[in-house]
């Protein structure tokens, strides 16, 4: 299973930008998918889940009511809508998909993409 993430960049405090990741070499309908980040010197968090289905999703809290995750079962793709961006987001964006639903720790995650810079400049 591959997983590659796209659509991060250098923006400023209010601006948006959307994720994407495309998940090949699996069925994707049945991988749980999540986004996770990591600022410079900081450890691995989960931002945002999403079950098999797409029906259920949770966020933490900072990010609660700006972020929108979804997925598109058809497309085998994974996306993170990222409105009101503060410099607080700044960070690396990981996509992440196992076998285990929903993907709450870094321990559940079988397969990794390789990250997406988000800068949010103040």
């Known amino acids: 299973v591959q997983l590659v993430e796209s659509g991060g960049g250098l923006v400023q405090t209010g601006d948006s930008l959307r994720l994407s990741c495309v998940i090949s070499g699996g069925t994707f309908s049945t991988l749980a998918v999540a986004w996770f980040r990591q600022a410079p010197g900081k450890e691995r968090y989960l931002v945002a889940v999403?079950?098999?289905?797409?029906?259920?999703?949770y966020y933490e809290r900072s990010v609660k009511g700006r972020f929108t995750i979804s997925r598109d079962n058809a497309e085998n793709t994974l996306l993170l809508q990222m409105n009101e961006l503060k410099p607080e987001d700044t960070a690396v964006y990981f996509c992440?998909?196992?076998?285990?639903?929903?993907?709450?720790?870094?321990?559940?995650?079988?397969?990794w993409g390789q990250g997406t810079q988000v800068t949010v400049s103040s």
């Open positions: 999403i079950n098999k289905s797409g029906g259920n999703t």
């Open positions: 992440a998909a196992g076998s285990k639903s929903p993907l709450w720790y870094l321990g559940d995650v079988d397969y």
